[in-house]
């Protein structure tokens, strides 16, 4: 009789990069995700799926939403959970790099998670000064992130449905500067198109309690601009679209937000 691998901490990482990126109803050994990372990790497509489920069952937000995963977890899992989730701003990078060089040169490059297709290289950003200095370990967290947030939303803009990934933005609630302990957290995350990135940046929409979008004044002063009111009027009210299974926004990150709102 065949005896199993244990799995080591080094692949533990990595499977726990995979679990935030993908949605609990996507725990599947058919996802070609999984089926792309169980190859290269030597293991088969049902001990991933099946790992990520084990890790489910450590979850808070899971256990919050009535979701118990499957039982099995070892205590390395536990370890392993409570060290990533302890000191993300070190784990996640690290976690990232173990990920991407599974498949690319982690030096110059990450990866892309897309559910449904596969693992890929990422798209690479315009080069210049400021892409050359930044540093490698917020390139890999910043790419952790926006994998995260998108497939949460299903790699749809929340408010539009605008379903063209390339034209969406993983739209920090806190901003990266100033929130060190939430940059990575998918809570602090909303799939935004371009256009809806840039308005919630500089604070001229936020979103309510409801998940509902606010207009603010400036905007309002502009509406009869035929562009504006295709782009925001016409959506004002309406609440962010999610899976059903994907992790809400925090209710307090957008409070947060709209004390600039308010005062923009």
Known sequence: MATRTRWTRDELLIVLNLYHKLRFGQFDQRQPVIIALAGRLGRTPSAVAMKLSNLASLDPALRLRGIRG????????????????????????????????????????TTEVIPGTGIRPAAKPPTGDTEAIRPTKQRRGQGYFRDAVLNNYDNRCALTGLPVRELLIASHILPWAGHETERLNVRNGIALNRLHDAAFDQALIAFDDNLRLLLSKRLRDALPHKALKASFAEYEGLALDLPDDAIPPDAGFLAKHRKRFIAA
């Open 70 to 109: 499957l039982e099995g977890a070892s205590n390395l899992d536990r370890e392993v959970w409570e060290e990533f989730h302890a000191d993300p701003a070190e784990l996640v990078p690290l976690s990232q790099q173990n990920f991407d060089a599974l498949f690319v040169d982690p030096e110059t490059e």
